[in-house]
Nanobody, 125 residues
């Protein structure tokens, strides 16, 4: 069993930056695809970005490409989401997830096996 815990959320003004962390425990997730999803009030949870087990492949949803960057800290069993040039529409609860059986990058949340509890990101205008 993998336990994921997100941190780093908070309140930031538009144009600012935040760095989210997702720490995994229970198993080493270095061979897992890891992803970030978000859910805004009244909306369904959506894909933000994901990174392959090797870190060599990443994918992002169009709305964040060029502003957000996913990376992995293998020694720390951690994944990061660097968010720059934040916009009010980025306001959401951000979740990290792990896909145990994906060799590449998965954008479909149905394939992810483990989920964190989420961290709130609020961007003020």
């Amino acid at each position: 069993q993998v336990h994921l815990v997100e941190s780093g959320g908070g309140l930031v003004q538009a144009g600012g930056s935040l760095r989210l962390s997702c720490v995994a425990s229970g198993r080493i997730v270095s061979s897992y695809c890891m992803g970030w999803f978000r859910q805004a009030p009244g909306k369904e949870r959506e894909f933000v970005g994901a990174i392959s087990w090797s870190g060599g492949s990443t994918r992002y949803t169009n709305s964040v490409r060029g502003r957000f960057t996913i990376s992995r800290g293998y020694a720390e069993n951690t994944m990061y989401l660097q968010m720059n040039s934040l916009k009010p529409e980025d306001t959401a609860v951000y979740y990290c997830a792990a896909d145990e059986f994906e060799n590449g990058v998965t954008t479909d949340q149905r394939w992810y096996d483990y989920w964190g509890q989420g961290t709130q990101v609020t961007v003020s205008s």
